[in-house]
């Protein structure tokens, strides 16, 4: 399927969007939370100890605890008092108990099996639970599926793009909860006209020449939704005013239009034939793939107003080239990538103010992304309420930034190894 810059919709005849709302897209209009059925990443799996942790993921409060090797995750919320359980102790193995009356609940199924301050036989015992969500580690990173769990789990790896899954590489990685809806960072990384602007004075862009501005048509394969250039222009030749242009005598010229048509191409990459560099899917994954590497961004929202930013650089390598990139990663693209670059893209979602909006020709990018999920079906995570009827609405307690981490993931026989994973703090 492919779709053009003349299909973005319009309120009439005329190209002027003034006032223009998401009326034309309701289920995205809704996702204030995003979707419900999906797993979402939320934490590295080694930062999460017998220590419970708070996170917030569409809006449902969660803690994360380790118990052996294994990590769970409940609703943050004792029902008697409504005190947060990730205030509490890890007790008795197996159970994480409130820290106001001791209440304790098994890990595996939320159910109450002690009450330290009513005796042995406190009545109220195996008459209530707290929910509990399924969890799984891959890629270093902790899973959590937020829906429902009647008609069963579809497996992680649904939500983990394929090349991921098939070879070896080296990872590394940033996850800090930022400013603004999840829908309007996944908006920003999906957007045509903004890079060649925004991120012309980043250093991560100081050497490459990037275009003036682009044709480009939308073409969806299997799950993504890939942006394909079908024409690059280097200038912007304004009638009366002059000529913008980001070339400059230091940069370099860019790489071609799509990552399988450079000279020097990674094989696995090569073996992708993406016909574009960007794509995205559901529930908010963006995908950026350049001839030796690629750039991964999950937008996992936290609720209306945060979103919880993962982005991930990988090389499939081994051996020698595997520990370069790591060198290369911890010295400087997790500050210049992941840190300067993808700060600017912060900048805009924070300060964004939309709906209404006016929308020209390269937004065909966006209302594709909104056109895609409003044909999956996708159900839509409900503001949540609190027990008296009120909204309940929680703001992550997490800390903001999260230490990159560098991680090398090898295939086994009974599925994926992460060698050492390591903090910027030194953390394994």
Not at 13 to 40: H, I, M
Not at 94 to 108: A, K, M, N, V
Not at 351 to 369: F, H, K, N, Q
Request: with cysteine; aromatic share 10%.
């Amino acid at each position: 399927m492919s779709t053009t810059a003349n299909d973005a919709p319009r309120t009439g005849a005329s190209e002027d969007f003034a006032g223009q709302d998401w009326g034309s897209w309701p289920t995205y209009e809704a996702a204030t939370l995003g979707f419900r059925d999906f797993w979402y990443p939320i934490a590295w799996a080694h930062q999460i100890t017998s220590k419970p942790k708070p996170l917030t993921v569409a809006g449902e409060e969660v803690v994360l605890i380790r118990d052996g090797d294994e990590i769970r995750a409940l609703h943050d919320r004792c029902p008697h008092r409504g005190v947060p359980l990730s205030l509490g102790r890890h007790e008795f193995p197996g159970t994480i108990s409130c820290p106001y009356h001791g209440w304790t609940y098994d890990l595996t199924d939320g159910k109450l099996v002690a009450v330290v301050t009513d005796g042995p036989d406190s009545p109220i015992c195996g008459k209530l639970s707290v929910r509990t969500y399924p969890v799984e580690v891959r890629l270093g990173l902790v899973w959590v599926y937020v829906g429902d769990t009647d008609d069963g789990v579809p497996p992680v790896e649904r939500e983990i793009p394929r090349e991921l899954l098939e070879n070896d590489f080296s990872m590394g990685g940033r996850s800090d909860i930022r400013e603004g809806n999840w829908r309007f960072a996944a908006e920003n990384g999906f957007d045509e006209g903004h890079a060649k602007y925004l991120h012309n004075t980043a250093l991560w862009r100081m050497f490459k020449v990037m275009p003036a501005w682009n044709k480009t048509r939308l073409v969806e394969r299997d799950e993504w939704l890939i942006r394909v250039q079908d024409e690059v222009h280097w200038e912007t030749k304004v009638p009366g005013l002059g000529t913008w242009t980001n070339k400059r005598w230091w940069r370099k010229m860019p790489l071609p239009d799509a990552p399988g048509k450079a000279a020097d191409v990674n094989p696995v990459i090569k073996g992708l034939d993406l016909p574009g560099f960007v794509s995205i899917r559901l529930p908010g994954l963006l995908r950026v793939a350049y001839p030796h590497f690629i750039h991964y961004e999950w937008y996992v929202p936290v609720d209306a107003e945060n979103v919880r930013y993962v982005q991930i650089m990988v090389r499939f390598e081994t051996g020698r080239k595997a520990a370069a990139f790591a060198f290369t990663y911890l010295s400087a693209i997790r500050w210049l990538f992941h840190g300067q670059f993808t700060a600017q893209d912060a900048w805009m979602v924070d300060v964004m103010d939309a709906p209404p909006e006016r929308l020209y020709r390269p937004d065909i990018s966006i209302t594709g992304w909104r056109r895609m999920c409003e044909a999956r079906g996708l159900v839509v995570q409900k503001m949540a309420t609190r027990p008296d009827g009120n909204p309940g609405m929680a703001v992550s307690n997490t800390p903001a930034i999260r230490p990159p981490v560098l991680t090398t993931v090898r295939r086994t026989g009974k599925g994926f190894r992460a060698d050492r994973t390591e903090g910027a703090d030194g953390a394994v």
